[in-house]
């Protein structure tokens, strides 16, 4: 279907009436705080780029939700009310036909001060699900056929998914009940560490990589068919991942230290080894680059590195005022943002899901790449791990 969506006009939570039912707030608008741009592109070009996006078109992670207008006063009571706006009329502007949606994370805390607790993310997800129960534009995703469906019914298959197993605490059985809530990726962990392994921000003198319950965790997410992420692990976690998992493995969203991002990127070794059990790395947008053409080296030093087969993209980006939500949440925890975070008040051309997914296909199509390429970095290889790992 491409760019020819079928949306409905349902907005969220469309089934109560706002105000009565739950407290409404401001939600940013889709170019809140920033310039907007699109990248040109001949008529040629644009014959082009309609035949590809055609075929599936899947972003491997994004928070597709908006946020409060006033990042500052109001996030903390919208979390706390407990019903995520997703943005699917922001989103049907674009030709996605699947979005790994990772929610809200560690920001869920309807029932918790610090979030990621088990009572939080339940709630996260059932009431998330049953809010894209109702529209008819988009559907909880469960298998690569609910994404060729999407794609061919012109939809949208929203895949639950979570940065970090946190939650589960010491209860493998709680990756099943995850499972059938409808989640079908999970990380191993966020930042900080957790029962499964050591958080990508939280080695101190040494790293100590995935533990024995990790290892039992791993083994589960593989045989309910969960997608795992190694995204925000420690690099010893991520090999342990790569060596433990007998499926493919997904870094959902990753820039490479080797493009310039010093050690707050991801190492050659690990991309390599991510690549070697088959799996994908999706391409994250950050403040700490500038422009669509700074993140997209990043695309083609990984892509040099493993291979074209094992790259896409998740640029892990949302509805709002990105800085400006990490300055709260900075501030929240005691933390001072280091100056590269704050380089950029925002990345040009790549701000929010609707401008990305504009961008990236326009930005492969102006720049030399085959369609056999484009296809396979904008949805064929993501679909071909997952035809394994779901």
């Known amino acids: 279907m491409g760019t020819d969506k079928q949306y409905d006009g349902y907005q969220p939570y469309d089934y109560l009436d706002a105000g009565d039912d739950y407290r409404a707030f401001e939600l940013s608008e889709k170019h809140a705080g920033f310039e907007p741009r699109t990248i040109e592109v001949t008529d040629e070009e644009r014959a082009r780029l309609e035949a590809l996006t055609a075929e ?19 996030l903390r009571d919208y979390v706390r009310e407990g019903r995520i706006h997703t943005a699917y009329d922001y989103l049907a502007e674009t030709s996605l036909d699947a979005v790994f ?74 990756i099943e009940q995850l499972y059938g809530m409808g989640v079908r990726s999970m990380g191993i962990t966020y930042s900080a560490s957790n029962a499964l392994g050591t958080g990508g921000g939280d080695v101190y003198q040494r790293d100590g990589g995935l533990t024995g319950f990790g290892v039992s965790a791993v083994e589960r997410m593989n045989d309910v068919g969960m997608a795992i992420s190694v995204s925000h692990a ?49 391409l994250l947008s950050s403040t700490h680059l500038p422009d669509i053409e700074s993140y997209m080296e990043h695309f083609e030093y990984i892509v040099d ?35 590269s975070t704050l380089e950029s008040a925002y990345v040009d051309g790549l701000e929010n899901p609707t401008e990305a997914w504009i961008n990236i296909p326009r930005w492969l199509v102006t ?24």
Request: proline share 2%; charged share 25%.
């Open 101 to 174: 949606d990772m929610q809200f994370d560690g920001l869920s805390t309807v029932h918790s001060l610090n979030g990621w607790k088990w009572d939080d993310i339940v709630h996260e997800v059932s009431m998330r699900a049953c809010d894209i129960a109702h529209s008819a534009y988009a559907r909880q995703c469960r298998s690569v056929e609910d994404i060729h469906r999407a794609r061919e019914e012109g939809g949208l298959a929203v895949v639950q998914a979570l940065e970090s197993a946190a939650m589960i605490e010491n209860e493998l059985d709680r």
């Open 367 to 390: 720049n030399g790449y085959s369609d056999e390429e484009i296809r396979m970095v904008l949805g064929e290889n993501v679909l071909r791990a997952l035809e394994t790992v779901w």
């Open 234 to 282: 420690s690099p010893q976690t991520s090999l342990d991942v790569c060596a433990v998992s007998d499926e493919p493995v997904f870094d959902t969203h990753a820039l490479a230290q080797g493009a310039g991002m010093g050690s707050r990127g991801t190492s050659d070794e690990v991309f390599e080894a991510i690549a070697d059990t088959g799996g994908v790395i999706g």
């Open 305 to 339: 590195l493993v291979g074209i087969e094992h790259v896409a993209f998740g640029p892990d980006v949302l509805y709002g005022d990105h800085t400006e939500l990490l300055r709260v949440l900075a501030a929240s925890q005691g933390m001072e943002l280091p100056d």
């Open 56 to 74: 599936s078109v899947i972003s491997l992670h994004d928070h597709a939700f908006r946020f409060p207008a006033d990042i500052d006063a109001d």
